[in-house]
Each structure stands twice: as C-alpha cells, then as structure tokens.
C-alpha cells in the first residue's frame, strides 16, 4: 500500500474543513500545523452570528460586479487563513505551516490558482508561519515561504521601495 505525503495528508483535512464554508464564489479551507500536530483549522465564511451569503441567497460583491480578487471590504466572509489565526495562538503557530485548499462554489473543482489575498498574508505574516501549502490538484501543490511575501512586500511601488532604502 502506497502512503500519501504527509502534505498531501494535511491538504486533505484542510479540503475537508472547506466543506463548512458558505460563500457563493469560491470555499476555501486552512489548517496550521506545527510539529506535526494540527493547531487550528478555518473556513470562509460570515462573523459568528451574522448571515452568510449561502444563507442569503446572493454574494454582495457578485451583485455589485465586482470582480475576484478586488474590494474585499465588501464581503462577507471572514477568510480560511484569517480564521485558524484567529482560533490559535500565536505562541502555537510560530514556525509552523499553513495548508490551503480552495474549490469553485458553483463547480466544485479544485482551484488551480488559489492564493492568500494581501489580507491573509499580512495575517499569516504577524502570525509568525513559515510556509503556506497550497493544492493545485488532487496531488500537486506549492510551497511557499513566508519570506518570500515579506520581501516582496505588495503594498511598495518599485520608486517608494527605493526611497525607503535610501532613508535606512
């Protein structure tokens, strides 16, 4: 018997808690784990006690056209990533791992390009992860360093990145 990775194991479970996500778009689902030993697990979905799109019957930002990727503020949803850093604790996540896994609402296919918005990478940033793991099929997937998305900082134009070097 041939066994799964053990990224492929952790995906696995992450895909699973996608199952309770309740947005229109797309569902995604995060653990973290740390030495092997799973620290929290989150799904997209509304703030506790408030309605969910799935509940609703309709996504806001679909409504006004927005298109993905652009003017978060208007959703409903607490993300996966934000949501198991919010049910863990810091001291817990240090070092650790984050598994990502995001399917279409509608179809139900694997998305081959799921990310973290600037949003969750901030929080996965402060959070202190190491990597984020992310599905790209049923088998595939990336690892990222969190460095990476430190270094490459979203929020700088190439000019003011240059300015603030001079400064140091």
């Not at 492929?8 to 030993?37: F, H, S």
């Not at 652009?70 to 810091?90: K, Q």
Request: hydrophobic share 40%; with cysteine.
């Amino acid at each position: 018997m041939d066994r799964i990775s053990k990224a492929n194991y952790y995906l696995d479970i992450a895909q699973t808690v996608l199952e309770r996500a309740t947005c229109l778009r797309r569902v995604y689902g995060a653990i973290i784990v740390k030495n092997d030993e799973i620290i929290s697990t989150g799904y997209n979905g509304a703030p506790r006690g408030r309605a969910n799109c799935v509940d609703l019957g309709y996504c806001s930002r679909e409504a006004m056209q927005v298109p993905r990727g652009e003017r978060y503020e208007l959703c409903r949803s607490v993300h996966a990533e934000a949501n198991a850093i919010i049910s863990a604790s810091r001291r817990d996540m240090v070092g650790g791992t984050l598994y990502l896994v995001g399917r279409d609402a509608r179809t139900g296919e694997l998305l081959g390009d799921a990310t973290s918005c600037s949003m969750c990478r901030r929080l996965v940033i402060n959070a202190g992860l190491k990597e984020v793991v992310i599905r790209r099929t049923a088998t595939e997937f990336d690892v990222v360093d969190v460095a990476d998305w430190v270094a490459e900082d979203d929020l700088l134009a190439p000019r003011d990145a240059d300015a603030i070097l001079d400064r140091q």
